[in-house]
């Protein structure tokens, strides 16, 4: 979810330079894996072991996602995320598009683990209980020029997975060279849980450049590459698969507002609107039958398909039920006669004018117009990690035992 919120979020001086920059990075990367892509690999056969409770015990957590799940991998390859983002739950700025934690946050503590580091945060992180590949403005198609200009990420969902070919035998050659600190167990990669949160983006920039037609028509074709991306991660040795389909985007408050003072015809009771939902929704049809089959083609995975879109929805549509205000209002930034992006200032009139946090974070879904706030993804996530919204219906603690 990256959009007009984070478009504004780059100073017009700095585009031509953040732009030769971010070429430079995504060179580098398919440079420098390379060689390791071309490698031959062997796959590791997975033995989870299990808690007295019969749970599964994941040493690690691989990821691979947009700004939904990013922990830090676009703050720290292209510009760090100001606050507030990050003050309700770190108090500081953690690189997270909220102002707390993130859903990947809340597994991590839900199966015991760390928090899982961006795999391009290289100050502080720890690898050890697996890597986040996400950044935000990610798209599982690769992205064009048109969306490269409108501040979509070039770290495509085949990008991260070129990613974590290059770590996972990086870290193999190092351990075998006696090098352990920080990295994970070579065995680990076939015992860890593989989430997967991307799509959206595929979908919002297509709302941006073709008609709703055409973006419905790209579905198939979006869906079959996020389906090969599992059989790769598949043959690298991953079995326990956790795959977020995507959310409400007719109801993202920036583009609904937007939309709905042009074109109120479009948008239902609640201000949400009605097309992008319905192909959204179109969307992850497609991507839980591709789920299906993959089950049936590789043998031994374990693929958990989470309806997100339910969830989400359910918040929006019982908001006020559940203590939170209009979920079409935001909390952080400002908008009006002009827009000032959460964290960021600007000057009217020879006055500087802030985006800054309102008084009560918790009372909103929607954090900064575009992304939830901590405490929608604590809800969120409360109602997904024990299975209620997963087919087939189990909780994310025993994510790696195949369905009977």
């Not at 015991?112 to 935000?136: C, E, I």
């Not at 060279?177 to 991307?198: C, E, H, M, Q, W």
């Not at 909390?331 to 992006?341: A, F, I, K, Q, T």
Request: charged share 20%; aromatic share 10%; hydrophobic share 40%.
């Amino acid at each position: 979810m990256v959009g007009t919120r984070e478009a504004q979020l780059h100073m017009g001086k700095q585009t031509s330079g953040l732009a030769r920059g971010i070429a430079t990075v995504v060179i580098g990367v398919l440079v420098a894996i390379a060689f390791s892509v071309l490698m031959p690999r062997k796959t590791e056969s997975s033995s989870w072991t299990f808690q007295d409770s019969g749970v599964c015990r994941f040493p690690a957590i691989y990821n691979f996602g947009d700004s939904n799940s990013d922990t830090g991998g676009r703050s720290a390859a292209f510009y760090r995320l100001p606050l507030p983002y990050g003050s309700s739950f770190f108090g500081k700025s953690s690189g997270r598009f909220s102002d707390g934690q993130v859903v990947i946050d809340i597994i991590a503590e839900k199966l015991g683990l760390p928090f899982v580091s961006a795999y391009l945060d290289s100050v502080g992180s720890d690898y050890r209980h697996g890597a986040n590949f996400a950044t935000g403005g990610s798209t599982i198609q690769p992205i064009d020029g048109r969306a490269f200009d409108a501040r979509f990420s070039p770290i495509s969902l085949d990008v991260q997975l070129l990613q974590f070919q290059q770590f996972k035998a990086r870290t193999n050659e190092l351990f075998s060279n006696g090098v352990k600190s920080r990295l994970p167990l070579p065995g680990d990669f076939s015992k860890a849980l593989y989430t997967l949160d991307i799509g959206q983006n595929d979908l919002h920039a297509g709302f941006k450049f073709m008609t709703e037609e055409q973006v419905q028509a790209s579905i198939p074709n979006i869906t079959r590459r996020f389906a090969s991306v599992v059989e790769k991660l598949y043959r690298e040795g991953a079995r326990a698969f956790w795959i977020h389909n995507t959310g409400p985007i007719g109801c993202i408050p920036m583009t609904a507002r937007h939309i709905s003072a042009v074109q109120p015809d479009k948008v239902d009771g609640m201000g949400c609107v009605k097309s992008h939902n319905e192909i959204a929704q179109e969307f992850n049809r497609q991507l839980k039958e591709r789920v299906s089959d993959l089950r049936a083609k590789l043998t031994g995975a374990v693929l958990t398909y989470v309806d997100m879109y339910s969830a989400k929805f359910m918040l929006i549509s019982e908001a006020k039920q559940h203590g939170f205000v209009d979920p079409l209002s935001y909390c952080c930034g400002r908008d009006g006669d002009y827009l000032v992006p959460c964290g960021m200032k600007i000057a009217v009139d020879g006055v500087e004018v802030s985006g800054d946090s309102c008084s009560d974070p918790s009372r909103h879904v929607s954090w900064d117009g575009i992304h939830y706030s901590h405490a929608a993804n604590l809800w969120i996530a409360n109602k997904i990690l024990d299975g209620s919204f997963s087919d087939p219906p189990v909780a994310i603690t025993k994510a790696c035992r195949e369905a009977l």
